[in-house]
């Protein structure tokens, strides 16, 4: 678990980093992507997910974990699903999965 810990929190950082140039222009606050739901915590409200790169906030491809807002119905997700999600970058610098649903 501690390693597990110290991945994601790599990769958190990284994000952070890479996307320290991002401008805060309402075009680039939202992106559209479809990865691979490696785990869901429906009570937490967290998923891990293994997503391309995303141009949108200059990330590479990465596995991480991403807050879901409290609106968005996890139930109908497994892990290991295909999946196609919403990451919105608010105005304090987080990233929330604001829609996320089985790839088509
Ligand atoms: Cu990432």
Known sequence: M???????????????A????LSAAESENRAQV?????????????VNIDHPAIPEFKWPAMRMDFGVAKEVNLAPLKAG???QFTVTHSEKGGYLVTA?????
């Open 2 to 16: 501690p390693s597990l810990f110290r991945q994601v929190m790599a990769a958190l950082l990284a994000c952070i």
């Open 18 to 21: 890479l996307s320290g140039a």
């Open 34 to 46: 479809i990865g691979t739901l490696h785990a869901v915590d429906a009570q937490k409200k967290v």
């Open 81 to 83: 699903q295909k999946i």
């Open 100 to 104: 996320i649903s089985p790839a088509p």
